[in-house]
Nanobody, 124 residues
Framework: QVQLVESGGGLVQPGGSLRLSCAAA????????MGWFRQAPGKEREFVVG????????YYADSVKGRFTISRDNAKNTVYLQMNSLKPEDTAVYYC?????????????????WGQGTQVTVSS
């Protein structure tokens, strides 16, 4: 089992940047694919980006391609989400999740463990 804790959310102006972190504890981090999801008020939780065990493979939702970058540091048991050129429509609670697979899944059902979420608000 793995425990996940997100941090780094906040209020940012349109066009600004934020870096989210997700720290993992309780299991061997490098055995998990990791993903970031988000949920805006009144909307379903949606996939943002995923990264494989080694970090060698990533998969981005079209809405964030070219603006967001996922990375991981297995020595630090942490996955990161660098978000640039933020837009108001990026406003949501952002969740990190872990999946026991060597794929990079994009669907919620693949993910076994979830963090509590961190709020990102993009507004002027």
């Amino acid at each position: 089992q793995v425990q996940l804790v997100e941090s780094g959310g906040g209020l940012v102006q349109p066009g600004g940047s934020l870096r989210l972190s997700c720290a993992a504890a309780g299991s061997i981090f490098s055995r998990y694919a990791m993903g970031w999801f988000r949920q805006a008020p009144g909307k379903e939780r949606e996939f943002v980006v995923g990264i494989s065990w080694s970090g060698g493979s990533t998969y981005y939702a079209d809405s964030v391609k070219g603006r967001f970058t996922i990375s991981r540091d297995n020595a630090k048991n942490t996955v990161y989400l660098q978000m640039n050129s933020l837009k108001p429509e990026d406003t949501a609670v952002y969740y990190c999740a872990a999946a026991t697979t060597n794929r990079v899944p994009a669907t919620i059902a693949w993910y076994d463990y979830w963090g509590q979420g961190t709020q990102v608000t993009v507004s002027s």
